[in-house]
């Protein structure tokens, strides 16, 4: 009985006090409310806990600001990806206009060859060349179907490069000037004094032979096609003499010669129609 009496008294305790803390709250709201008599309390409790709030924030905001620095990390390594991808491309579209730009200045060239109104022309690309180190034979992309035949000129936009031997579906072969079994009649521009170039297997020398000591030449004379033989159209550029030897005892001097046209830089070449088959003549100039 005592105890149940202790109990009832425990209960009616924490009710009383209850009571009283909900009344004491509404005074202190009410105050609070009117007459700010807490604020100066509030602060000062405010200006206490401060440090233990900010102390509380700080993982929260290192976690924030790891996750950002992560995340702008990404992003530029995101972006740093998609501009040197960006620089690719760009740097591969200026290095094709550039070759682009080189090869429209190669067609004006060739296309601005000096030659007779009469004379049809086709321009041809050199798609192959021989790997023989004897031989100087490149393959061009045309055929019989264009018009080629066997003994035709061929030149670029600086002199006479060769002329075809073999004329099969698709292609033709083109001996150069610079082959070992390749002649080309020709005549000193400055003088008139004719003679045969012949050959040597190497690209950048050609040989003037059966001219005699005396005869009047000298180092940087003109040499062009005379047209002689029938192959080639006369006054085309074929070199210029570069070096000029008189061996005593011997009857020819040493003549070198050094090709005008570009034999192993071309990439594009004009076929010239002079002396051709009956079926092949034409007047038009055909440069497509």
């Known amino acids: 009985m005592v105890e149940m009496n202790a109990l009832f008294q425990t209960?009616?305790?924490?009710?009383?006090?209850?009571?009283?803390?909900?009344?004491?709250?509404?005074?202190?709201?009410?105050?609070?409310?009117?007459?700010?008599?807490?604020?100066t309390l509030r602060s000062g409790l405010?200006?206490?806990?401060?440090?233990l709030r900010y102390t509380i924030n700080i993982p929260g905001e290192f976690i924030q600001w790891i996750d950002?620095?992560?995340?702008?990390?990404?992003?530029?390594?995101?972006?740093n990806r998609s501009l040197k991808q960006e620089h690719l491309l760009y740097q591969v579209r200026l290095q094709k206009m550039n070759t682009m730009e080189l090869e429209?200045?190669?067609?004006?060239?060739?296309?601005?060859t000096p030659r007779?109104?009469?004379?049809?022309?086709?321009?041809?690309?050199?798609?192959?060349?021989?790997?023989?180190?004897?031989?100087?034979?490149?393959?061009?992309?045309?055929?019989?179907?264009?018009?080629?035949?066997?003994?035709?000129?061929?030149?670029?936009?600086?002199?006479?490069?060769?002329?075809?031997?073999?004329?099969?579906?698709?292609?033709?072969?083109?001996?150069?000037?610079?082959?070992?079994?390749?002649?080309?009649p020709i005549q000193i521009n400055r003088t008139g004094l004719r003679g045969t170039v012949f050959g040597t297997g190497d690209s950048s020398r050609l040989e003037l032979r059966f001219i005699p000591h005396n005869a009047e030449i000298k180092v940087g004379d003109v040499v062009t096609s005379s047209g002689l033989g029938g192959r080639f159209p006369p006054n085309y550029p074929v070199g210029v003499i570069s070096n000029i030897e008189r061996p005593a005892?011997?009857?020819f001097a040493s003549i070198d010669i050094e090709?005008?046209?570009?034999?192993?830089q071309t990439r594009e070449v004009l076929m010239l129609w002079h002396n051709a088959p009956p079926d092949n003549y034409g007047i038009e100039s055909n440069t497509n």
């Open 259 to 264: 090709p005008t046209a570009k034999l192993d």
């Open 116 to 184: 007779k109104a009469s004379e049809r022309v086709l321009i041809a690309e050199i798609f192959s060349v021989d790997q023989d180190p004897y031989k100087r034979l490149i393959t061009i992309n045309k055929d019989d179907d264009n018009g080629a035949y066997v003994g035709q000129a061929i030149i670029d936009a600086y002199g006479i490069m060769g002329q075809i031997i073999h004329v099969e579906a698709s292609a033709s072969t083109v001996m150069l000037i610079s082959d070992s079994n390749h002649a080309i």
């Open 104 to 112: 429209n200045q190669r067609l004006r060239k060739l296309l601005g």
């Open 46 to 51: 405010s200006n206490l806990i401060y440090p």
């Open 249 to 251: 005892g011997e009857t």
């Open 11 to 39: 209960r009616a305790s924490l009710f009383v006090r209850t009571i009283v803390l909900v009344i004491l709250s509404i005074a202190l709201m009410v105050a609070d409310h009117r007459w700010n008599h807490l604020e």
């Open 68 to 79: 950002q620095s992560i995340t702008s990390h990404n992003d530029l390594i995101n972006e």
